[in-house]
């Protein structure tokens, strides 16, 4: 168990429809990070928040956005969707301090959710 | 470019049998080196890391890799696989630990173990 929680865990919907996907952190680890993972791109690192800002955008498409807020939780919100869309959703955390000691480079996975897009 | 490759999409082993998964690297800055295991239903899960140092690492699981510079590889070993073994492994190139954002993913190698 890394310590990190997804839910759902798997979700059909169909296409033109939004969802939200919501990601708990490690107890402590400011950053999260949100990754998208399917068959033909592989992992596509897609946004990561540190202490509720965002810090740094990856492959994220404008119909998605992301948040996380005081608790530091974080939801991935993905509007419009289309067939392609349908992927594992992987949300990660890390301690995250801007340099120096502490930092272990390791990235906390949670168990994804499933998104299927009809 | 950037890029990390990991040759073998699948690779079948018999249990208790050594393994060597390959990932070769094209990187312009110091490398930090990861190795991720993801196994099914499950997310990646940290086998072993190198910042510096001794460039043999060991790791969890009975698992090490070892870095050459000199033909910028990170091969994952194992000296007797198990059945709980079959997953997917991933290497993971980036430019600090504490940027884990700019990390590059190799495209994952599937590891199936024969009874």
């Known amino acids: 168990d890394s310590g990190v929680t997804q839910t759902p865990k798997h979700l059909i919907t169909a296409t033109g429809q939004r969802v939200t996907l919501r990601c708990s952190p490690r107890s402590g680890d400011l950053s999260v990070y949100w990754y998208q993972q399917s068959l033909d791109q592989g992992l596509q690192f897609l946004i990561q928040y540190y202490n509720g800002e965002e810090r740094a955008k990856g492959n994220i498409l404008e119909r998605f956005s992301a948040q996380q807020f005081p608790d530091l939780h974080s939801e991935l919100n993905l509007s419009s969707l289309e067939l392609g869309d349908s992927a594992l959703y992987f949300c990660?955390?890390?301690?995250?301090?801007?340099?120096?000691?502490?930092?272990?480079?390791?990235?906390?996975f949670g168990e994804g959710s499933r998104l299927t897009v009809l | 470019a950037q890029s990390v490759t990991q040759p073998d999409i699948h690779i079948t082993v018999s249990e208790g049998a050594s393994l060597e998964l390959r990932c070769n690297y094209s990187y312009g800055a110091t490398p930090y080196l990861f190795w991720y295991v993801q196994s099914p239903g499950q997310g990646l899960q940290l086998l072993l890391k190198y910042f510096s140092g001794d460039t043999l690492v060991q790791g969890i699981k009975g698992f090490e890799a070892e870095f050459k510079r000199s033909q910028s590889s990170f091969n994952l070993r194992k000296p007797s696989v198990h059945w709980s073994d079959a997953a997917e492994y991933f290497c993971a190139v980036g430019p600090a630990p504490h940027s884990n954002y700019q990390l590059i993913w190799g495209a994952g190698t599937k590891l199936i173990i024969k009874p």
């Open positions: 990660a955390s890390s301690p995250h301090r801007t340099s120096g000691g502490g930092n272990t480079g390791e990235l906390f």
